[in-house]
Structure formats: C-alpha cells, structure tokens
C-alpha cells in the first residue's frame, strides 16, 4: 500500500548535524500527520516530533530547540533537521505516517543516527 523510504542516517561528532528524509509512496497519497520516533537498544520507542498536513508541530522536550520538522506535502515527504547533536540521540530513527482517510499507519525501515566522537 504504502512505502517509506527513509534516507539520512550515519555518524556524527557531538555538537554536528543530520538530515533526515522519508519520502513516502504508493496507493495511499493524503497523510494526516508525518513524523519521527527513535528507538535505542534497551530503550522504549518514543516520538520525536511530527507535523501535520496544515503545519502544526509537535516536538519531544529532548529536541526543542535542536530539531526541525518540515514537509513537502506534494512530495509526501518529511524532513528532521537535527543539529546540536548529543550522544543521547543516538538510535535507529523512523519515519511514521498517519493515513488521513484511512485507519491505517505506516513505518519506514528505520535509519540508524549515531552521534560519538
């Protein structure tokens, strides 16, 4: 139905920046909301921010101020521009879309930030 392919992930020192893009595709095309959750081994998966198709956003405490999410509605693609990035962030990171006429919700593979010196 839906794909989301997610680019972006990979090594960075602390204090460094990240771009993460999910384009998504297929027979579904309207998304109410777009976002990103992270999960690091041994921890919970938990959202980072999203956006809705007006705009809103919606941030986790820990990325207020260092993260910005951004969408392409004609693309039906979400972007997270990380910067000030800390150790803490380090986790597989994905992408997550709301169908908005459907109940359905969809997952990208999952990209893996890493921030160390």
């Known amino acids: 139905q839906v794909q989301l392919v997610t680019t972006g992930g990979g090594l960075v020192q602390p204090g460094g920046s990240l771009r993460l893009s999910c384009a998504a595709s297929?027979?579904?095309?309207?998304?109410?909301?777009m976002g990103w959750y992270r999960q690091a081994p041994g921890e919970q998966h938990e959202l980072v921010a999203d956006?809705?198709?007006?705009?809103?956003?919606n941030y986790a405490d820990f990325v207020k101020g260092r993260f910005t999410i951004s969408r392409d509605n004609a693309k039906n693609t979400v972007y997270l521009q990380m910067s000030s990035l800390k150790p803490e962030d380090t986790s597989v990171y994905y992408c997550?879309?709301?169908?908005?006429?459907?109940?359905?919700?969809?997952w990208g593979q999952g990209t893996q930030v890493t921030v160390s010196s």
């Open positions: 956006i809705t198709s007006d705009g809103t956003t």
């Open positions: 297929g027979t579904i095309s309207r998304f109410s909301s």
């Open positions: 997550n879309a709301k169908s908005a006429d459907y109940p359905a919700n969809f």
